[in-house]
């Protein structure tokens, strides 16, 4: 975990800001980062990163409009440099904080305007979700709900969930072992999907939804179905019915005897990460590689208990073009919809060559 002098010199730059822009990524760890530091200091604008797999300098334009004076890079593990250097430029520092286990490009780290912070990099080497960072510095209570939320996305169980069971019980209908099994199977992991569904809405229905956490009260503001929530309901409706058949035709092909599971898809929604996490909760034992196809670009969300980090990466180097990376058992990339077959098979290759 980050240290508490760290923890500390993030509270001044928060305090120190009166127009920050906080850029997160697109998920909902990103998300609660976000929101528990906006709900910290009670200012400030969000704008959630669709550019992959860097933050790139199109999002300058942002900063530009909302005037801000401090910039705050949130569950993000790459920044162009051009992003940086326009930054730079206007003279406005960057407040960075990851926790994805990269290499990351020094150069950056010791420009004087860009304070970066990830547990990945501190003594015990940790790599708690940005929504568990940005709890620690915030410190309140009240928010441990959307906390936990951002946790669990990420796959993260924190010790404080016996503070949430105890404030929500309803919440939780059994003992819980791990943070997928809150996300399915306790009504507590709905408030997640409806979420994670949520932010994959378009901008004014994300900007409203947004606006709806800034103030909410406990997971049942987001819950219940009344007016002022209606849009996220109707939209959780909606994608989870795509995302149920989706799920349920992947459990066939999960089902085989193979050890790494291919699933391919396309249409509007890019679910991959979605998909991927659940069946890794119901297929432990498997690779699990989905792959989301737009165009000629599919996106791909890896999970599994072997090191799929080492292995994307390892499949990366080799194809021309691909991008990506991650956590240890979690990775997404980004290739040409033409390499797949190449990507399936590198990674078939490389799990029976480590098991
Ligand atoms: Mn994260």
């Known amino acids: 975990m980050l240290s508490k002098e760290q923890i500390e010199e993030i509270r001044e730059h928060l305090n120190k800001s009166q127009n920050p822009i906080f850029f997160f990524d697109n998920d909902c760890d990103g998300l609660m980062a976000f929101i528990l530091l906006r709900r910290y200091i009670g200012r400030g604008k969000g704008v959630a990163i669709k550019s992959f797999p860097e933050l790139d300098e199109s999002y300058i334009r942002k900063i530009e409009e909302f005037n801000a004076d401090y910039v705050f890079i949130l569950d993000k593990p790459q920044v162009s440099k051009k992003f940086i250097d326009e930054v730079k430029q206007k ?72 503070e949430v069971t105890k404030q929500y019980p309803e919440l939780f209908s059994k003992s819980i072992n791990s943070a997928f099994e809150i996300l399915y199977e306790t009504e507590f992991g709905k408030l997640i999907m409806m979420l994670s569904f949520a932010l994959k809405d378009r901008t004014s229905n994300v900007v409203s939804m947004i606006n709806i956490l800034f103030t909410a009260n406990s997971p049942f503001d987001i819950l219940k179905e009344d007016e002022k929530n209606f849009k996220i309901n109707k939209r959780y409706q909606q994608v989870s019915a795509v995302y149920s058949k989706l799920l349920e035709k992947a459990k066939i092909v999960a089902r085989s005897p193979r050890k790494v599971i291919f699933f391919q898809y396309g249409g509007e929604l890019s679910l991959s990460a979605d998909l991927a996490n659940e069946l890794s909760y119901r297929f432990p034992g498997k690779v699990i590689i989905v792959a989301y196809i737009k165009g000629a670009i599919a996106n791909v969300s890896v999970r599994g208990r072997v090191n799929v980090r080492e292995i994307t990466l390892k499949a990366i180097n080799q194809i021309e073009d691909a991008t990506g990376g991650g956590h240890e058992h979690a990775t997404g990339a980004k290739l040409k919809v033409e390499d797949l077959p190449r990507f399936k098979e590198f990674f078939e290759r490389e799990v029976e060559r480590r098991s």
């Open 91 to 162: 003279n406005l520092p960057i407040v960075w904080i990851d926790h994805h286990d990269i290499e990351i490009n020094l150069e950056f780290l010791n420009e004087k305007n860009v304070s970066y912070y990830n547990p990945v990099f501190s003594k015990q080497k940790s790599g708690e979700p940005t929504s568990y960072i940005a709890y620690n510095i915030a410190g309140n209570k009240k928010d441990l709900w959307l906390a936990l939320s951002g946790c669990v996305a990420d796959n993260f169980l924190p010790e404080f969930l016996g």
